[in-house]
């Protein structure tokens, strides 16, 4: 069975800097690049971040240059640092894979950015 284990969210004012966690089952972790999502309240969940095995990523336009994701093979891990957090970053925080399909989620960290 798959696991996702989500961790680090909270309440940061505009500005502030957060860091996420997620723990992957091995099962995935060792063959799939992985990836960050979000979803705001009343809005689709979108992607922010991947990273390959080989530690290649990609970005949102809207979290580049701000956001930077990296992973620890050894631990079945990946991070999500969150510099110059705004307002329109609150969401419930996912990890998963990279792409889909897509079989189950973790239960997300909720960040919350607001003065």
């Known amino acids: 069975q798959v696991q996702l284990v989500e961790s680090g969210g909270g309440l940061v004012q505009p500005g502030g800097s957060l860091r996420l966690s997620c723990a992957a089952s091995r099962s995935i972790f060792s063959i799939y690049a992985m990836g960050w999502y979000r979803q705001a309240p009343g809005k689709q969940r979108e992607l922010v971040a991947t990273i390959t095995s080989g530690g290649n990523t990609n970005y949102a336009a809207s979290v580049k240059g701000r956001f930077t994701i990296s992973r620890d093979n050894a631990k079945s891990t990946i991070y999500l640092q969150m510099n110059s957090l705004k307002p329109e970053d609150t969401a419930v925080y996912y990890c998963?894979?990279?792409?889909?399909?897509?079989?189950?989620w973790g239960q997300g960290t909720q960040v919350t950015v607001s003065s």
């Open positions: 998963n894979k990279g792409s889909g399909p897509f079989g189950s």
